[in-house]
């Protein structure tokens, strides 16, 4: 099974900063099939970034996927007030499909 | 366009058989490479993936809970129904369906919150 590894858990910071969100695989990622997705109390999951680089539908270009093998990055390049939320990565290459415990993005 | 919708009891009592219901829209599940998971949430913690199933009848299931999952679809219905025996308390939390196109799960249902309490 791949554990995914979300850092860090809680991430402090200002509208129209720039935050790092990192997710580290155990073992390398096949195809970068990692997805990101950004959650926000009651709501379900909304997919930012898929194959871990390629933004889903929708989705302002403030957001960014990078990486591949065992090591991917989320960055939203300024803050918005609506982007504090939690967000998770989701490995779905390897069955059992993965998620990472989560980096929860708030307001300093 | 794409739609999903979770539906079964808000509430079980331990032991008791859980039985979910998806019920989509804006695709079909005999379109090849298109998929149906089902994805869990108790309060307050993470996502946790536990099944999916595609449009060939291919199943796949989380190894921590193989024992006690079916996943099924009924390609005319337009359903996916996801079945857990032996409920637990620990078992309590929102479950999602999901479409996958592809190997991403990318349009979700709002979600269904099961209580397993006696």
């Known amino acids: 099974e791949i554990v995914l590894t979300q850092s860090p858990g809680t991430l402090s910071l200002s509208p129209g900063e720039r935050a790092t969100l990192s997710c580290r695989a155990s073992?390398?990622?096949?195809?970068?099939?990692l997805a990101w997705y950004q959650q926000k109390p009651g709501q379900a999951p909304r997919l930012l970034i898929y194959?871990?680089?390629n933004r889903a539908a929708g989705i302002p270009a403030r957001f960014g996927g990078s990486g591949s093998g065992t090591d991917f990055t989320l960055t939203i390049s300024r803050l918005e007030p609506e982007d504090f939320a939690v967000y998770y990565c989701?490995?779905?290459?390897?069955?059992?499909?993965?998620f990472g415990g989560g980096t929860k993005v708030e307001m300093k | 366009q794409i739609t999903l919708k979770e539906s079964g009891p808000t509430l079980v009592k331990p032991t008791q058989t859980l039985t979910l219901t998806c019920t989509f829209s804006?695709?079909?599940?005999?379109?090849?490479?298109?998929?149906v998971a089902w994805i869990r949430q108790p309060p307050g913690k993470a996502l946790e993936w536990l099944a999916l199933?595609?449009?060939?009848?291919?199943?796949q299931y989380s190894p921590s809970l193989r024992n006690r999952l079916t996943i099924t679809k009924d390609t005319s219905k337009n359903q996916v129904v996801l079945t857990m025996t032996n409920m637990d308390p620990v078992d309590t939390g929102t479950y999602y369906c999901?479409?996958?196109?592809?190997?991403?799960?990318?349009?979700w249902g709002q979600g269904s919150l099961v209580t397993v309490s006696s």
């Open positions: 989701h490995q779905c290459a390897t069955s059992p499909l993965t």
């Open positions: 199933i595609y449009w060939n009848d291919d199943n």
């Open positions: 194959d871990a680089s």
């Open positions: 073992q390398s990622v096949g195809g970068n099939y």
């Open positions: 804006g695709f079909s599940l005999s379109t090849s490479d298109v998929g």
């Open positions: 999901a479409h996958t196109g592809g190997w991403t799960p990318d349009y």
